[in-house]
């Protein structure tokens, strides 16, 4: 049995080697070209760190990100690689409910499920706000 | 400074950053963090958002590299994430009421126990001490080595590394870190795992701690992509080319070097963080 789920559970993991990568990859690329239409559009400005002021609303939900990018906003452009990024380790944890389905690993489902449920409350549930 | 010096330098140092964390295998974030907050002045939860950014980044983009050798522990590190995400959701919420000051001093702190973690000598003892828990979770595992041998091992003190690694995402979730350092030593020194597993179970974890404390970060404006976006691709590239050199490179004496450098950093932390000049 144990010889069985060992090599289910490396196709799975060979499937998420690539996802990651791929995930990486397009999400590197997308802050790239948000980065340099940055620099075009506000790149002899001043940058203003010191003190803290935190983002406009347009740049915190998901939505006001795509409609950012649909208005060629430099910042939102950005600001949607980084989504795309923080989604590979998400999108990691939610395809292991899939993988331990398939292993008919009902323990580790729920587990992950409870994993997938704290990270969303996290997300969506705006707590901080 | 225009913007575009500001980007390009912040490029450079966050690209050094995540060189020497690939090559130590401590990560960007705890070079990044002091980088912003001691030489740029940059508000220091600012510098968490974009670090827990470079986090993630350095997180998946080692996974892809170790998930092709077989040898993470994926139950180990589902049932582990329970406590991290739960320890970052807090630690996040903390950070948001903090006194900066506070973060930095805590912030120095943890940097001199990654600098002497990161020193010891780390030995690949494999014990068998089968707990019920670890039995009941089927936590215990093996692992292949390159001449085709299969070793087998056992994970003790289930509870014990479980609490460890909340704290290791409180920890996270405060100051911006992948905190690898706390959860080596809940996995290594707790745990009893083999360090080849531990360290890729570790770098799959960090990635999804890191996500979590991140929800937070976003929704209050914590991350701008002004600043995020030079640190994620230096810190990816740097990475990438530490993986690269890994094999060449001196490790022991980087490694020496290294603790140095964050022991400095650390003292800098503490003594701006209680001076109140952060």
Do not use: C
């Not at chain 1, 980084?82 to 729920?110: H, K, N, Q």
């Not at chain 2, 974890?205 to 991140?214: L, N, Q, Y």
């Amino acid at each position: 049995m144990s010889e069985k789920r060992k090599i289910k559970d490396q196709d799975i993991e060979s499937i998420m080697g690539s996802l990651l990568r791929v995930g990486v990859l397009v999400s590197a690329g997308i802050v790239l070209i948000g980065g340099v239409l940055y620099i075009i559009q506000h790149g002899s400005a001043h940058p203003h760190y010191k003190t803290f002021r935190g983002e406009p609303s347009d740049l915190k939900g998901i939505k006001q990100i795509v409609t950012g990018v649909t208005e060629f906003h430099s910042r939102a452009v950005i600001q949607l690689g980084l989504l795309i990024l923080i989604a590979t380790p998400v999108a990691r944890v939610l395809f292991s409910v899939f993988g331990f389905l398939l292993e008919e690993d009902y323990l580790y489902v729920i587990i992950t499920l409870i994993v997938l449920a704290i990270i969303a409350f996290s997300l969506f549930s705006g707590i901080a706000g | 400074m225009s913007i575009f010096v500001f980007t390009l330098i912040l490029l450079i140092g966050a690209f050094i950053a995540g060189l020497l964390g690939s090559l130590t295998g401590l990560g960007g974030g705890v070079v990044i963090i002091p980088m912003l907050t001691l030489i740029f002045h940059v508000d220091i939860r600012y510098a968490i958002g974009a670090s827990l950014i470079s986090v993630i980044a350095t997180s998946s983009g080692a996974a892809a590299a170790y998930v092709k050798e077989g040898i993470s522990n994926i139950r180990i590190g589902m049932f582990l994430e329970i406590a991290t995400t739960m320890g970052a959701v807090a630690g996040a919420l903390v950070a948001v009421y903090a006194p900066t000051q506070l973060i930095a001093v805590l912030f120095g702190i943890i940097l001199l126990i990654s600098a002497s973690v990161s020193l010891r000598k780390r030995q690949e003892k494999i014990i068998s001490r089968p707990g019920k828990v670890a039995a009941w979770l089927r936590l215990n595992s093996s692992y292949p080595t390159k001449d085709g041998k299969e070793i087998s091992y056992t994970v003790a003190y289930v509870p014990g590394g479980f609490l460890m690694m909340m704290v290791a995402g409180v920890i996270s979730g405060l100051l911006g870190i992948g905190s690898g350092a706390l959860k080596v030593i809940a996995m290594d020194n707790i745990m009893k795992l083999p360090f080849k597993v531990s360290t890729t179970t570790s770098n799959f974890m960090i990635g999804v701690t890191a996500a979590t404390s991140t929800g937070v970060y976003l929704s209050r404006g914590y991350s701008d992509p002004g600043l995020s976006m030079p640190i994620v691709l230096g810190v990816l590239g740097g990475a990438f080319v530490g993986s690269k050199v890994l094999v060449k490179a001196q490790t022991k004496s980087l490694r020496i070097l290294f603790a140095i450098v964050i022991t400095f950093l650390a003292i800098q932390m503490i003594y701006n963080g209680i001076s109140g000049t952060l």
